[in-house]
């Protein structure tokens, strides 16, 4: 993405223009882009013009539109960014009101306005036009039966297909069958990554399995680019490496990136350091749970006795449409960067790690210190409103 | 072996795609090592050097596929060689009157296998010796090599000589019967079937003298008894292809009795198998019953006195045929007087039948009459007469050696033979794993054999004089224990292996290990009797010190883990060895044991008793093609309810309707199954593609709701929080997530002790929120559920 324009009074308002490069760009404007901001940007609209005789005329008109967001939609799996709302600005084709949805495109600026630009919303900005290489991985996550085939950005983690066949388990004295379908199997997968991961523009491919199915579909991959002269994947070899994990779910792939196999090669990427946080948070909570909390309410008290060491939020508490929520977010990160000893971390909720967190409520908290019963007074909430429960049953 | 395998088999397409022992024989043939090939060269040139070359029958080609099979064994295959060129010039000239060729090579396939096994005296030292003879049927899978040993073609071993023109006379006699079959027989399959039963039945001709076999006289009487025997398999068939000039082929010799038959068969074959049905559970007595009946019919000249006294004893073929009768053919002639006769005993069960039949009257996608059974009161009647079938499941660390112990046991209680036993030696050896032949008895995989390690379960039966046991052999390595909990699942009770070698049984039990995660688990599926087989004693010189060790540190750990006391036993054995599995020690080598062996003691564990009057439930365990006639299998155990012919079934997830064509029950067709039953379900009206492992089965009147959240209770292992889960159920292994911690529970009472609580310790009761991630579960109420992350398992539960 590249930064355009950026216009921004001092109050906090203003308007910023982008210029999206790639797919990933539109994760970026989803994170943006919010419920009564306004957007401009460029839009193919049917015109039905009525001549003076009542016939009726229909044409496809290009013209730039400005809108009052009322939704946002995006659709991962196709890298593409759908906007509802309603025309804020009045040309010679359209009225005030009117509805439209906007379909932002690769390679044509858009421009977003909003009543106030906080230091999330401008950091995403920056973020999204930082213009470090970026690292895509692709990853298969398989078990016997069933493989994931995924493509990991550095924002997110894209499920390009799942592959889910029954497989006849070994019986005594036929094995034909079984060894047919794994054939089968792999035959599906190999061809599924040839299609949906763009092997020559990769880091790195993972085949991650339990056991040791990764290893049996490296070597039939490389037997198969052989036989048919495949030259792009017999050149990509040292690309993939097999790494173990103990099932073939999505979410396998919190495993396969701490393995130490996969942090040797992507160490400095920024999923890479999520998952990492996440993994010592899940650790410190087993080791030394009175450092590491969860939950909206626990660590914003925390934040309070100004013991977070680590923030981690997930961006999904950003995109929220309540601006009461979204600013309370705000302030807390804004307050432990404030306080100077606390580091902040902005997960992506569609990276595994995210998902993980978003479990948690999409909040969670590394302390400094220990600190016990931070969450005390919600279980004298919970009782009081035990005891409600009962009067009113009293009654 | 089903019988629909033994039809299979008979197939001659199939077999060629199918069949394994003899596919291994003939790969085993085309991988020939180098080493192999020097060898085979030598000993082809010693070979020519005893017999000369002036032989024209015997081509280069028919001497090393003779090496080969004995192994470069010079000695053996000369005999075997002069034995069978006698044989065969005679068989020759009849030969030229068969016009099947498909048939012929059908027999040279076999003529060329057969030898060993009949040599005299071979089988004195196995297991088989010793089994009476109305079992052996079960015992003899035909598309295993045994199924060969009938062939009758004798030989090899030399020792008898004399054999030889017994054989000869033999072979000319079935030649005879043989050419009159085949100029009748036109589908492949039948003459298949026909030709085999043929060939079975000569086995016990060696008892009649060569002599009056020669004479056309006493000829004929064994020529209506085969014809017999296939009018019997035609009655019990009859949707199968049939050739009707089979019918009269035996009238030609025309004895009285054959019109006899011919003139009033069905209601013979009514009252016959009327009879059969009513016990089909116990079918040994009636093959017996049968057979009585009909021999006693036969031809009443001399030669029917022999011939029934040569048939006195139910042989394997007749049990074979027999179980053949119960296929489906059968049960359709018997469909009329099943139900008639339960409605006899008591109107109360016509009334519950009567029931059962209004729920079935939905529109059914394949019309498969359905026989109305009260499958809970044909269940108790049957009772009784059948030995209950138990299924155990052999769990513990990887490499603790229960593959081993589990082959070592199916070995020397017969159900695996010496020559596959051999076969895997010479195999494993080629390999440099020589320790693992027994193994490989249930590790089948390529993968599984290379690597040494179990992957998947593997299922085999055997049986005691006091049991069935049903073995599920799960794998020990961390990474397969979805496997594993699908074979804990199934089972009854289980028995788990400890390595007892130096460091192993430690490694097994330490955090990490699987001795501990195994027994838990098995205990969180509801197995409450577990059998400690402490493996690789011998290693040990048989230490009692270490066994007690052992023992007391299991002990405390179980009783931790939930098992009573009178619950758990230990047993010292040696899987490699074999000492105190099947049978005891040698004399003096455990003097401080005097316990049962392993299998004595499996004999003690009981089935647990079933909720059979419930709706239905089985998970699919797998999912199949049955067969030419079944299209559709799918296998599993059923958990709850029973299930009968021509029910409809629907799968969940899912709304697919199927209907039972077909039942096996531990690979015996039966018209019903009850909870507890390993089975086989054979459909019809649905696509493969509709069934997946891990869905549930359930009667199409009482369906599963599947579930996309629920509630369950759980016992933790690992702390918890929210957090990305794997949900296991049987064979059922998908994705989820801990939305909520809900309340940790107290131990003791079940009252609550915190509510909402931050996270859950290791070893605490607690209630939790679970969200599917996919499509939903089928999962209801008191579904045992295990919850695994990160390659651990972290907590098991029950479905609220």
Redesign the interface.
Known sequence: MRLIKQQVERDGSGTVTLYPEEPEDMWHAFNLIRVSDTLRASAVRRIVSESSTGSTSSSRVHMNLTITVDKVDFDSQAGQLHINGRISEENKYVKIGAHHTLDLELNRNFTVGKAEWDSVSLGVVREACDPAEKAEIGAVVLHEGLANVCLITEHMTVLRQRIDVSIPRKRTGSITAFEKSMEKFYETIYQSILRHLPIANLKVILLASPGFLAESLQKYIFAEAVKTDNKVVMGAKPKFVTVHCSTGHVHALNEVLKSPAVIARLADTKYAKETKAMESFFKMMQTDEDKAWYGPKEVERAIEKGAVATLLVSNSLFRSNDMQERRRYVRMVEEVKASGAGEVMILSSIHESGVRLDGLGGVAAMLLFPLQDLDESDEEEAAEEANDAEDNENL | MSRHKIVRTMNLADELD?F??EDDYYEEDEGMSPADKARMANSLRQVREVIGDDIPTLTDGKIEETLWYYYFDVERTITYLLNQVGASEKKKQKKAAVPEPKAREYFTTISSISPEHTSPGFWDDTPFGSIPPGRRGELL?P?SPIGFRMSGLLGGSGIQPAKTSKLAALAKARNKAKAEKASDTTSSGTSGTAVSLLDRLSKKKPDIPPATRETPASAAPTVPNISKLEQLVEKTTPDLPKNEPVHNTPSIPGPEPDTVLKAAPSGFAKSMFGKRIDETVEFKQEVTDTELIYFSIAPTQKAAMKAKQAFDVPSPDDVVIAAQSQSKGISKVSKGEKPSSSAITSIQKGVEALKVADTSEKPVPAKIPRNKLDVVAEYEKSKSKRKENANLVVIGHVDAGKSTLMGRLLYDSGVVDERTIQKYKQEAEKIGKSSFALAWVLD????ERA?GVT??????AFETERGRFTILDAPG?R??I?NMIAGAAQADFAVLVIDSSPGEFEAGFNVRGQTKEHALLVRSMGVQRIIIAVNKLDLMHWDQERFDEIKQQMSQFLTTAGFQAKNVSFIPCSGLTGDNIVRKPADGLVPWYSGPTLVEELETAKPVIKAIEKPLRMTI?????GGVTNPVTISGRIEIGNVQVGDLLVVVPGDEKATVKGIEVDNQAAEWAVAGNNVQLHLAGIE??Y???GDVVCRADSPLMPLKEFEAKILAFE?L????I?IHRGRL???G???KLVATLDKGNGSVTK??P??IGPGSLAVVNIAV?GAPLPLEKGSKIVL?A???TVAAGVVE
């Not at chain 2, 929080?721 to 990305?724: A, E, L, Q």
């Open positions: 199918d394994d022992g899978p598309p089948q995989t390529g993968e690597r992957i998947d379960i593997a299922v085999n390595h990474d397969f979805p365990a797998d999912v199949y093609r493969m593609e069934l997946k492992i702390s929080t929210p957090m990305m794997d292994n998908a994705s997530r801990i939305t509510k909402k931050r996270y991630t695994r990160d390659g651990l």
